[in-house]
């Protein structure tokens, strides 16, 4: 009895796929195929604590510069379309700072400067989001170019920082790039 039933069932089967719907199948939709995917990424991050910058009272500056390498990826460079660069800055240090990120070359020459300016800390919660700096076009040719990411920190003229100084000045920063494979 198993067989009959076995037999009769592998019939319907078969007569079933020959009639099932089918249709023609277009392979060249592969070529119209465009990824567009986005990467976030952390740029740069620093906490310097206010007793590490010690001075008289005076205007003071600081500065410092790293390696920033993402771009020695050919098949990243070259399917970037746009970039985007979020900055936040938190400062409970009881004095003003003007920060400014620069974007520097292989001959360590300035490509794009970009400005923070942080006010003091006055008791109340002060993170300041800063709006975002969008790379597209020639900015973000000069963006590709970029290898070493600089700062310069100027101090404001206010209360002198020493040793016992409380507070620290934060800062983070983040990238979205966009690329398009196709």
């Not at 119209?32 to 005076?58: C, H, Q, R, S, T």
């Not at 794009?112 to 973000?140: D, H, S």
Request: hydrophobic residues 45%; aromatic residues 14%; proline residues 3%.
């Amino acid at each position: 009895m198993k067989s009959k039933y076995y037999h009769f069932s592998s019939i319907i089967l078969l007569v079933f796929l020959f009639f099932s719907c089918s249709s023609d199948l277009d392979f060249d939709q592969v070529n119209d195929l465009k990824l567009e995917p986005a990467f976030v990424a952390n740029v740069a991050y620093f906490d310097i604590p206010a007793n590490k910058l010690i001075d008289d009272g005076g205007n003071h500056e600081a500065d410092d510069a790293r390696s920033f390498d993402v771009f020695k990826d050919k098949f990243f460079n070259d399917h970037l379309k746009k970039a985007e660069l979020d900055f936040e800055i938190e400062n409970t240090i009881d004095r003003a700072f003007v920060v400014n990120l620069f974007l520097l070359d292989a001959n360590e020459k300035v490509l794009q400067t970009i400005t923070f300016n942080v006010p003091a800390y006055r008791g109340a919660a002060n993170v300041i989001k800063y709006p975002t700096e969008v790379f597209e076009n020639e900015r973000l040719e000069l963006l590709k170019q970029t290898v070493k990411i600089g700062f310069k920190i100027s101090i404001s003229s206010g209360t002198p920082l020493n040793s016992q100084s409380l507070g620290s000045l934060k800062f983070r920063s983040g990238a979205t790039a966009y690329l398009i494979i196709g």
